[in-house]
């Protein structure tokens, strides 16, 4: 799985999609898994959502995305 990737598409999802936007506010471990398709391992999720979190507030999304990569 790629990452960086799909960290840019969740991250579009959520931006673009208000209903989403507020689920991932509520509930962000299951809107990322929703959106993924795939169900997060315990452990990574924290850090996945973080993740997703720092893109949407601005920041690097490279960044991010790297850190979560020595994850995987």
Excluded: H
């Excluded at 999609?17 to 991932?24: G, H, R, V, Y």
């Amino acid at each position: 799985m790629d990452i960086k990737a799909k960290v840019e598409e969740i991250v579009n999802k959520v931006k673009n999609d208000p209903a989403l936007l507020e689920s991932f506010q509520k509930e962000p471990v299951k809107t990322v898994e929703r959106i993924a398709g795939v169900d997060i391992p315990d452990g990574v999720e924290n850090q996945l959502v973080s993740g997703v979190k720092a893109a949407l507030t601005g920041d690097k999304l490279a960044g991010a995305a790297d850190a979560l990569k020595k994850l995987f």
